[in-house]
């Protein structure tokens, strides 16, 4: 484990190794289920399969937009195995419900890769994984709102990534168990907002005219772009956010949501790495090659947070964090 995720990490962060395909070699073909384009986390990983999937480094990809439709991405999957595709890489929309098409991936001999979230599954149904902690970024946005709060008691409301998906469940199970041991804080309303700034406006329209403008003190989005379209909501009710004003917590780190961060409307940022194509293409040559791969290669993470607050848990944000930032 510890090797590969080396490795993987090396890799990913030269972020320049790319294999090239020796003439007259064979493409290897790639089928990818993508989840959809709801947010700029997604177009961020979709734009990182078409930049590292390329022909030059020797492979077809076929990148299917599955618009957030679990049952059009069992029967992509499956469409993949009717063409014989080389590797199958599954971005699961859901956790739940995929036994029966994994079978058929293995059944037609096809490595299959699941990427970023997660399935329910019993491993032995998948080739390999590589993803991110969802459950781990929970944590580390729930102790970071413990350090900024020290002691003092809040009321959190929860803007929730797409129900069902890996990524939202352990967000919430990760921030839950830090919640559970904070009794000075209370969870008043968690809903669905789909990774989408509009569901992110939505959600927050409708806890504002709930809890009206005192009824709350933190807000905790799933997503950027669900961060987008809370404060949209915010800024039509009157309601400020910031340091001293209303908590807003994100999860995704993307360009747009640490320059939020950096000027101070997003307290807290937790990155979920997007770039995630060169390691999905390095285990794929690994396997190429007849060598064993783990079970799951980690994609890690860093949180930060706004200029002015000191913090053990995350990085505070400068513009040259910002300057790396390209997604
Ligand atoms: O946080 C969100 C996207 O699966 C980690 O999906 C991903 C999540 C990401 O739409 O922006």
Redesign the pocket.
């Known amino acids: 484990m510890k090797k590969i995720l080396a490795l993987a990490c090396t890799i990913a962060m030269a972020g320049t190794m790319f294999v090239t395909a020796n003439a007259g070699e064979e493409l290897l073909k790639i089928g990818y289920v993508q989840?959809g384009h709801?947010?700029d986390?997604?177009m961020a990983n979709t734009q990182n399969y078409y930049d590292v999937f390329t022909e030059e480094a020797g492979f077809e990809l076929e990148l299917i937009d599955c618009d957030n439709d679990h049952a059009r991405q069992l029967t992509e999957v499956r469409n993949f195995i009717a063409k014989d595709f080389d590797y199958i890489v599954i971005d699961p929309i859901q956790s739940a419900g995929w036994d029966n098409v994994l079978k058929e991936v293995q059944d037609a001999g096809i490595p299959c890769i699941i990427a970023?979230?997660s399935v329910d599954a019993s491993d032995d149904l998948y080739t390999t994984a590589v993803g991110?902690d969802?459950t781990a970024e929970g944590v580390t946005a729930g102790q970071w709102l413990a350090e900024y709060l020290a002691g003092e008691g809040a009321k959190i409301l929860v803007i929730e990534?797409s129900t069902g998906?890996s990524?939202a469940i352990g967000r919430s199970e990760g921030f839950n168990q830090v919640a559970a041991e904070h009794p000075e804080w209370e969870i008043i309303d968690s809903q669905d907002g789909d990774?989408t700034q509009n569901g992110g406006q939505q959600v927050m329209e409708s806890f504002i005219k709930t809890y009206g403008a005192d009824g709350f003190d933190v807000v905790v989005c799933?997503?950027?772009?669900e961060a987008y379209g809370a404060m949209d909501a915010m800024d039509a009710a009157g309601i400020k956010y910031g340091v001293g004003e209303k908590i807003i917590i994100s999860?995704?780190a993307t360009n747009e949501g640490l320059t939020r961060t950096l000027n101070g409307q997003i307290l807290c940022d937790v990155e979920?790495n997007p770039i995630q194509a060169v390691i999905v293409m390095n285990v794929i040559k690994a396997l190429q090659n007849g060598e064993e791969v783990e079970k799951f290669t980690l994609v890690p993470d860093e949180g930060f947070c706004a200029p002015g607050i000191e913090s053990e848990i995350v990085t505070t944000m400068t513009d040259e964090v910002l300057a790396g930032r390209k997604y």
């Open positions: 989840v709801e947010s986390w997604r970023d979230r991110t969802m990534g998906s990524a990774f799933h997503n950027d772009n999860f995704d979920c």
